[in-house]
């Protein structure tokens, strides 16, 4: 308790964000009275916005030179007034810098540019490379290698992915394969320190990006398949202490809810549902982790992020609701005490994880100045919250849905349809969203020029179809063959403009034969950038939809797109390309796409990938 | 001119040995840690099986050693690390497989001082016993004796062990036979070769009974014929494999006997299991 009153208030007396104490105070306050200036080089972050719809207001600093979280900002709405490229100039941009990390693995996140450095985190080997952004051609300055417990790599669901770093107190910190956070020194790329935080003995792996709020290294777990049961780790930022952890299923006192929770729903009101909504014993496997991303709202004090799938595949086996996997909560950063959570979909049969970014705006809402979190769902389901209450607002459907009607915002559950309910001998067809989610975690961005939020969106379904002989360590079972193809009207992907206020699409890029499994960036130049699995890097112009420029890179692209302003006052975009992810793997050599319920189901959806696109992980960086 | 003719020796030297060196391999995955089927100290039966298969054929055995989990025939025969597994049910869709050379089923494990003498899943008892089953994760699927017990309603007195275990573990899928040793749970239904293997080296006596086959519900098999497995489109090896499991039918029998596998009628050539 004493440390964490400590943290609280010294975070509380500079106000500052960890992304920017390592300036000079006097470029701080430049920075500050100059608002958006593209001239000024490292000029960190900004909450002036210029062009903001009115009412608009993000609740913490976005990047304005610097990247310095994973999605640029706590708010997670990667978006950057930076302006320098845009709807008039975009067509000129060209490749200023690239790099191979010589990896054949899927390059999920984004680097991280703090001064004149951009750092980036490989897939497995997972190690950490900074390049000096003040040298033509941004040549490397060194490689931390961390070495990570080669035996992660079989343990992995779903490739050797990592989604990227996160910088604080001059530490570079992200999470490894193996299951351990790490921090490097941003000037010397020696480690400071490093701390287990799931054991891969029992199938913990990490592969997302850890944040840092006041001094607190948050980070989650994968590995549901495996039975772990999921949890949230707070760590000291300076020593890589554990200070506490919440887990998703168990107790009240395990989960960390106390007498402040007041969960918005009835549903999800009551004492240890972590345990009483499960037969017996079971939570112990239940799932629940947290692997995509986290948000902070500094003005409420509270972190947000989704939990994933329920342990143990069979519904049947687990009767109940399955407290509290698939779940959104809210939480004091400093203590891990919940102030409240929503389930979204109780009782899984469908793999819909909700691990996905949710972005923090105020905003107009029918009338009324709200604090929102817009959450688009893995369900289909575009969510819009009230982030102080965890009341939905909104839920419509931004992709082809066929699991549920509709969602009763009064009793927050969804209407399902019973018929794509799936249970061992009964099966179902069409069902839409497939496993895959109307998207996965691949990260969207909210403009607060246009109000839009920029979805990267799948359109695939899948049958549940006849049994087939299975067999795993000794023992043949049987199992229910899933079987993934495009949704209606055959596309596959489609980059979605979603209108907040007004709870509809506006416009949309379909891809014909591959799903959107890029994250977007949104600028002040007017544009949205965004990657294709085919391998396009492409500025979108972000009210009309309409695509400006592209460029091809070497692989089919899963990153998530950042911008920056170099040391030479320029500003830049990069992206990594490297096909991989659990979609994307189906284009490496080892895995056969003849066999349509491979991957978990997905080669059925992605069987042209492999004449398409190749693995190889690189970092492209454009420019004028 | 020194290290030229030394390399031209030393070529010499490698063909002078070849006739030993080209001695054909028979590739095998295989789970290093998984008991009685095979381990790295090659212990199992997978493993005397392969000797014995790989003495017939002239050839030499060559191990991938993989944990067999989720991803194991992707990992392994489908990414050409081998070229067969010792062990597959007949109808798995990632793999060809031979004629099966026996057949076993799912069982029940309970302690001898019960007494339980359990044959049938619909045995009113299984609503009060404390039953231990494996669960294999989030693979949309779970073994039969799960979906059978709860297409019955008895789910709240399972208890699941993940098959996967802790991989720190020997043996990682047998924490569910020494449950039962143990007392944690009354009876453990398994698969029969795994359950009668640690059955018999348990320290406390354990009585294994095969889960009788219900023929009105097919839909939930107890029953595997068990196979190789080679990759798809490598009928030369299988075809040798199929002549060789004929050949030492009675050899392959008595082996998995000194294993007390739980064997399945007569060991006929027709594929049983699903």
Known sequence: MERVKRISAIGAALGLFCGIAFLPASRLLAQKNKGNSNSAAHSGMTTDIPGALPGIHLVSPVPNGQWTLPAGDYANTRYSPLSQINAQNVQNLHLVANYSVGIPHG???????????LYMVTPYPNNLIALDLTKPGFPQKWIFEPHPDIRAVGIACCDVVNRGAVYANGKIIYNTLDAYTVAVDANTGKQVWRTQVGNIQLGETITMAPIVVKNVVLTGISGAELGVRGRLTALDVDTGKILWRAWNTGSDADVRIGSDFKPFYKKDQGKNLGITTWTPGQWKLGGGTIWGWISYDPELNLIYYGTGNPGVWNPDMRPGSNHWSITIWARNPETGMAKWAYQVVPHDAWDYDEIMEN???????????????LHPGRTGFMFVLDRETGEVLSAQKYVPVTWANSYDLKTGLPDINLDKRTHFGKYATDICPSSTGGKDFIPSAFSPQTGYIYIPAHNTCMDYEGTAVNYIAGTPYLGASVRMYPGPGGYQGELIAWDVSNQKQVWGIKDPTLPVYAGVLATGGDLVFYGTMEGWFRAVDAHTGKILWQAKTGSGIIGDPITFTGPDGKQYVAIFSGIGGWMGATAFPSVSNDDPYAGLGVVGAMKQIKGITQAGAALYVYSF | ??????????LLMGSATAAFAVTPLLRVCADPNNMPFSNQAQQGFENHLAQMVAGDLGMTVAYYWYPQRGKFFSKTLNAGKCDVVMEVPVGIPVASTTVPYYQSSYVFVSRHDRHLNLHSMDDPRLRQLRIGVHITGDE?????????????GIVNNLVGYSIYGKLSEKNPPSDLIQAVADKQVD??????????YFAKHSAVPLDVTPVDVVLPNPEVPFTFAI????????TKLQQELNAEIERRRAD?????????VPLLGPQSTVPMGY
Do not use: C
């Not at chain 2, 001119?1 to 030393?10: C, D, E, N, Q, Y």
């Not at chain 2, 196979?227 to 489109?233: D, Q």
């Open chain 1, 107 to 117: 390059f999920e996140g984004q680097p991280l540019v703090v001064g004149s450095t």
């Open chain 1, 359 to 373: 972005i923090l705006v105020d905003m107009p809402w029918q009338g009324k100045e709200r604090k929102l979190l």
């Open chain 2, 1 to 10: 001119m020194f290290t030229v003719s030394k390399l031209a020796a030393m």
């Open chain 2, 140 to 152: 949309d699927s779970n073994l039969p004796p799960v979906n059978a017990l709860t297409s019955r």
């Open chain 2, 187 to 196: 009876v453990a239904i398994a698969w029969g070769p795994m359950a009668g």
């Open chain 2, 227 to 234: 196979a190789m497995g080679v990759r798809h489109g490598d």
């Open chain 2, 252 to 260: 392959i029998h008595r082996l998995l006997e000194a294993y007390d």
